[in-house]
C-alpha cells in the first residue's frame, strides 16, 4: 500500500511542479515580474457590486457572477526576451480551445494583438480571458473567473460606443 502511495504522490509532485501558470510561464520567459499586478477576490468583488449598486445598476448586474479579476501587465520595453511571447500565446489559446473555451475575439494588426476567449453558456461568458500583447510595448493579461451576462455587458459596451453585439454575435 506505501509504494502506491508514494509513487502516486511523487507523480502528483511532479506533476505540479510542471504544471506552471500562463503568468508564471511569460515572467519566466521575460526574466521580469509584472509592471501591474491586481487580484480581486470575491470580497472585493462584492465591495464593487455595493458601490456599483448605487451609481450603475448595469454594472452591477454585469459583475455580479463574478467572483475573482485578476489583471497583470508586463512592460516589455524594459525586456529584449519577448522573442518567444507569440508561440507562448498560441500554446495557452490552444489549451484554452481544449478545455472547451471559445474565441471571442482575435484580432491581429501589425504587432498587436487581442484574443478573448470564454466558455460560453447561453448569456454567458464563464471564465474569460483577455490577451493584449504589442510586440516591444506592453502585454497585459486579464482573467475574470465566474459569470459575465453578454446582455449586461451589450448594454454597457452601448454607453461607451463599443459595439459589442456585432463582435459577440449576441
Known amino acids: 500500500m506505501k509504494k502506491p502511495l508514494i509513487t502516486l504522490l511523487l507523480i502528483?509532485?511532479?506533476t505540479a511542479a510542471n504544471a506552471q501558470s500562463f503568468v508564471s510561464q511569460v515572467r519566466h520567459e521575460l526574466g521580469t515580474k509584472p509592471e501591474v499586478n491586481i487580484n480581486?477576490?470575491?470580497?472585493?468583488?462584492?465591495?464593487?457590486m455595493k458601490?456599483?449598486?448605487?451609481d450603475d445598476p448595469e454594472a452591477k448586474a454585469l459583475m455580479d457572477g463574478l467572483k475573482r479579476i485578476k489583471v497583470t501587465v508586463f512592460d516589455l520595453e524594459k525586456t529584449h526576451k519577448n522573442n518567444r511571447l507569440n508561440s507562448i500565446i498560441d500554446k495557452k489559446i490552444e489549451q484554452l480551445?481544449?478545455?472547451g473555451y471559445e474565441q471571442l475575439v482575435s484580432i491581429r494588426d501589425?504587432?498587436?494583438?487581442?484574443?478573448?476567449?470564454?466558455k460560453v453558456k447561453g448569456e454567458l461568458l464563464q471564465d474569460a480571458m483577455i490577451i493584449a500583447y504589442e510586440k516591444g510595448d506592453e502585454l497585459a493579461i486579464i482573467n475574470l473567473k465566474g459569470d459575465v451576462n453578454l446582455k449586461q455587458l451589450a448594454i454597457?459596451?452601448?454607453?461607451y460606443d463599443v459595439d459589442v453585439e456585432d463582435a459577440l454575435d449576441i
Open 97 to 99: 480551445f481544449a478545455k
Open 51 to 54: 458601490i456599483a449598486d448605487e
Open 40 to 48: 480581486i477576490g470575491t470580497w472585493f468583488v462584492k465591495l464593487l
Open 12 to 14: 502528483f509532485t511532479i
Open 156 to 159: 454597457i459596451s452601448d454607453e
Open 110 to 118: 501589425g504587432d498587436e494583438r487581442v484574443y478573448i476567449v470564454a
